[in-house]
Nanobody, 128 residues
Framework: EVQLVESGGGSVQAGGSLRLSCAVS????????IGWFRQAPGKEREGVSC????????YYSDAVKGRFTISSDNAENSVFLQMNSLKPEDTAVYYC?????????????????????WGQGAQVTVST
């Protein structure tokens, strides 16, 4: 069974940085597209970023493009999300997600329905 475990969430002031990690077990980062969704209170879960080592593709939502960077490490079997220039609107629970392809992220309305496995979530809070 594939398990995803997030770490690295926390609280930071606007303009600061955080790095999220997603450790994959039961499979390898090359077997799935691994990405991140986030969900703020009262809002729907939205796709943020994705990386597919096997397909050589990445995805960033318009909201985070230029500020967030996703990467993977085969040796650590983990995926990382470096978040810079954080804004209060980035405040949310961030979920690691495994899917067949990063292409699902382009269909914002149904992307979450195409995720095979979810992590438990990591809180990110950005204050003014």
């Amino acid at each position: 069974e594939v398990q995803l475990v997030e770490s690295g969430g926390g609280s930071v002031q606007a303009g600061g940085s955080l790095r999220l990690s997603c450790a994959v077990s039961g499979s390898t980062v090359e077997d799935y597209a691994i990405g991140w969704f986030r969900q703020a209170p009262g809002k729907e879960r939205e796709g943020v970023s994705c990386i597919s080592s096997g397909q050589g593709t990445t995805y960033y939502s318009d909201a985070v493009k230029g500020r967030f960077t996703i990467s993977s490490d085969n040796a650590e079997n983990s995926v990382f999300l470096q978040m810079n220039s954080l804004k209060p609107e980035d405040t949310a629970v961030y979920y690691c997600a495994a899917s067949v392809t990063c292409l699902i992220y382009y269909d914002t309305r149904s992307a979450a329905n195409s995720v095979y496995y979810w992590g438990q979530g990591a809180q990110v809070t950005v204050s003014t």
